[in-house]
């Protein structure tokens, strides 16, 4: 990796300062086609409570929030300029639900288990230090009978970001992480251009919350 690009991979992975900004506002312009892509894959149930792990500007939340009757947006992310920053895009863009947004990390939930109608990730899923304890712990705030869905992005030709196929190659590791927990799991694949595709890898948790 280059000099030059060692501390803007540092932001994306947590924006902070000025600096932040600016990636923020790039997160969403270049994950727009994505975000749009994965929100159309979730199909969370009326007033359902739903979880974003990584949520960056909030971008995702406000497209699922605004196109669905939602009774809980909930989300975490280590960035508290992220944070604050999502927190203000959904304020009055959620429709009738519930905010709650949190400062934290994907291996370590702040939340009671079994909770969440869907738990979601774009484009977050390969900056996690440890993967396994972060899925398990979503499986873990997953009500029976949600799903789980990693939004993962696929570079077709080697660019600045990432190497290509490698996306492929961490979404084919997510499905072995999901099925290790027991989950049902499929992968569905959305191209955007010849350069580029969104990989859905859904987990769905066994049972039903009445069982």
Avoid: C, Y
């Amino acid at each position: 990796m280059s000099d030059t690009m060692e501390p803007v991979m540092h932001q994306a992975a947590k924006p902070r300062g000025a600096f932040g900004v600016v990636m923020g506002w790039l997160m969403g312009s270049l994950n727009a086609a994505q975000n749009r892509a994965t929100v159309d894959a979730l199909d969370p149930p009326p007033g359902a409570a739903v979880l974003e792990v990584g949520f960056g500007p909030g971008h995702a939340l406000e497209m699922l929030a605004m196109s669905r009757p939602l009774g809980l947006v909930a989300g975490i992310d280590h960035s508290p300029l992220m944070v604050a920053r999502a927190k203000r895009r959904l304020n009055g863009r959620r429709g009738d639900a519930a905010l709650d947004l949190r400062l934290g990390d994907a291996g370590d939930l702040p939340f009671p288990d079994e909770r969440f109608d869907v738990v979601f990730a774009v484009n977050s899923f390969h900056l996690w230090p440890d993967r396994e304890r972060a899925l398990a712990e979503m499986a873990g705030v997953l009500k029976p009978g949600g799903d789980l869905l990693l939004s993962i992005r696929d570079f077709r030709a080697d660019g600045r970001l990432e190497p290509a196929g490698k996306g492929a190659a961490t979404a084919k590791a997510a499905v072995e992480m999901l099925k290790a927990l027991g989950l049902q799991v499929r992968q569905r694949e959305i191209v955007h251009s010849p350069r580029r595709a969104t990989l859905l890898v859904r987990g769905r948790k066994v049972g039903r919350a009445e069982d």
